[in-house]
């Protein structure tokens, strides 16, 4: 296997919004990336042609796409292997992909193909995705030492710690990403790889479409003190921050991207 010779990122949930930003400003510093949707069988065009803007005649070998859905142990393996196929190498893993609850539904009535379903994308297959990359992660330190500085990054939500009644499910999945990120960042800080959380607050994605016009509104009363909608490229410039090493004496951290939600104001 010939190790490729840039920094590889594998973004997962990369399609659009959150991950589409990180990935796109991830390429601009001159990493290789890897797209990852569950439901995209091919990437959109315009998205295909902005990659190919960055990296030109390059594109072929420096992006990647791989259509896998993480809640599914056959699906991790193939990303897994498909890194590895093509880039030999992994530096930095965005675990991104989420789903909301199909139907919002109050916890008293709320159905346990709900449950299932938000847990096995937003949390089983985030732990288990880091698990199998972190193994790599460690082979690839053992042989590259100084070299290689490897990053994995959660992206959690605001709904860590607040309550959204009619969407249960989405919230303790969040809040298992909080606790996943403390358990990899004190087993992996051995090893030199850090391990860090982004909580966003409310970002204009395709996830909060339907609530837009709610949360215009609580926007519009002072919801929240940096009083606008929080934009993907908001959520990839700290991952930016991270990768190029500007948070060398920490692990484990969250860092809120929320315009303030976070703070207790009177």
Sequence with gaps: MTMHEHRVVLVTGSTQGIGKAAILELAKIDFSVIVNGASTQNLPQDYFNTLKEIYGNNLDERFLYIQADISKKADRQKLLEKTKNKFGRIDVLVNNAGVAPKVRQDILKASEESYDRVLAVNLKGPFFLSQIFSNWMIELKTSLNDEY??????????????????????????????????????????????????????????????????????????????????????????????????????????????GGFHLHRL
């Design 149 to 258: 500085s490897p990053y994995i990054i959660n992206i959690s939500s605001i709904n860590r710690y607040t309550s959204s009644t009619n969407r249960g499910e989405y919230c303790i999945s969040k809040a298992g990403i909080h606790m996943m990120t403390k358990l990899y960042a004190d087993r992996l800080a051995e090893y030199g790889i850090p391990v860090f959380e982004i909580s966003p607050g409310i970002i204009e994605t395709a996830m909060t479409e339907k609530v837009h016009l709610k949360y215009d509104k609580l926007i519009e009363g002072g919801f929240t003190p940096i009083n606008r909608w929080g934009k993907p490229l908001d959520i990839a410039k700290p991952i930016i921050a991270i990768v190029n090493g500007l948070l060398p004496f920490s692990t484990g951290t969250v860092i809120d991207i929320d």
